[in-house]
C-alpha cells in the first residue's frame, strides 16, 4: 500500500520528501530507497509531460512513497490529466487569491460540486476494472489540491487563500517569492524570510498542514533550517531536489579523489 501524503501530513514526527526533476524512474527508486517518504513530481519545471508523470508516479507507488505533481498552471485539465493518472495530489503554483484556490480545490472534485471530468478508464479508476461507483466516493476522499504560495501578492492575500474550504495543505516558495519582492533569488533575505514566517502564520491559524521547501545545499544549514521550523510546529519538509542532492553527491566525490 503507497503511503498516503495526507497522513504524512497530520503526522507530528518530521516527514522528509523532495522535487523530482530528472525524468528516471530509477531516480525515484533512489528517493525511496534512502528514506525519504514522499516526492513531488515537477511538472512545471521539469522538461516532461504528463506521460513521463505518470510512470514516475508508478515508480514511487513501487517504492511505498507518497507522491504529488506540481502542474505547470492552475489548470482544471492538467490537474484533472494528474489526478486521472493516479497521482492523488496536486501542488497548484503562483496562488495568489482565494478565488483561485478555490478553483484548484474545484478541479479536484467531480460535479457537482467540482470540474473535474469523470471517466472510469484510466489509472485512477482501475482501468474500468474497479466499481465505478465505489471509485467516485474513495477518490473524492483521498484528492486534493495543495496552494503553493510564491507571490508578494499571494503574500498580501494569505489569509483569504488559507481560508479556503478543501485545500489540503499550503507550500511556500522562498526562492520565487524573493524574485517577487525584488531580492533577485536571495531567499535569506530577512525580508523575505518575515513573509515566508507570516505565511506559516496564516496558514497554522487556518490549521492549513505546511509544507516547507528547505533548499540549502549545505547539509547543516538544512538542518538548521529544518530544527527552526520545527521549532514553529512545522513537521513536513521538502529538502532540495533530486538534482540539488545529485549534484552535491558529485561534487563531494569529484573534491575528495582529486586531492
Same mark, same amino acid.
Not at 3 to 23: H, M, N, P, Y
Not at 151 to 160: P, V
Not at 231 to 237: K, V, Y
Given at each position: ?101 478555490? #478553483? ?32 467516485? $466516493? ?9 496552494? $503553493? ?44 524570510? #518575515? ?38 510546529? $512545522? ?25
Amino acid at each position: 500500500m503507497t503511503r498516503d501524503l495526507k497522513s504524512l501530513l497530520a503526522s507530528e514526527a518530521t516527514v522528509l520528501g523532495t522535487w523530482t526533476q530528472i525524468a528516471a524512474p530509477e531516480m525515484v527508486d533512489l528517493i525511496g530507497l534512502n528514506g525519504f517518504q514522499f516526492t513531488i513530481i515537477d511538472c512545471q519545471h521539469g522538461p516532461f509531460g504528463i506521460e513521463t508523470a505518470e510512470n514516475l508516479a508508478r515508480a514511487a507507488d513501487a517504492n511505498n512513497i507518497a507522491v504529488a505533481l506540481r502542474v505547470s498552471r492552475n489548470d482544471p485539465v492538467e490537474i484533472m490529466k494528474a489526478l486521472d493518472a493516479g497521482i492523488r495530489h496536486v501542488v497548484v503554483p503562483n496562488m495568489e487569491t482565494a478565488e483561485e484556490a478555490a #478553483q484548484a480545490v474545484a478541479a479536484t472534485r467531480f460535479g457537482p460540486a467540482g470540474l473535474r471530468g469523470a471517466c472510469p478508464c484510466c489509472r485512477s479508476g482501475g482501468h474500468f476494472i474497479r466499481n465505478w461507483q465505489d471509485y467516485v $466516493l474513495a477518490e473524492e476522499a483521498r484528492t486534493g489540491a495543495i496552494a $503553493l504560495v510564491e507571490t508578494a501578492n499571494g503574500h498580501r492575500n494569505i489569509n483569504a487563500i488559507c481560508a479556503t474550504e478543501g485545500l489540503v495543505a499550503l507550500m511556500v516558495g522562498p526562492f520565487d517569492l524573493s524574485v517577487s519582492m525584488g531580492f533577485g533569488g536571495d531567499w535569506r533575505n530577512d525580508t523575505v524570510s #518575515q513573509a515566508v514566517s507570516d505565511i506559516v502564520t496564516a496558514a497554522q491559524a487556518a490549521g492549513l498542514p505546511v509544507m516547507m521547501p528547505v533548499f540549502a545545499p549545505d547539509p547543516d544549514e538544512c538542518r538548521a533550517l529544518i530544527n527552526k521550523w520545527t521549532a514553529r510546529g $512545522l513537521s513536513s519538509f521538502v529538502i532540495g531536489s533530486d538534482k540539488i542532492i545529485v549534484a552535491e553527491a558529485f561534487a563531494q566525490w569529484s573534491s575528495t579523489l582529486a586531492k
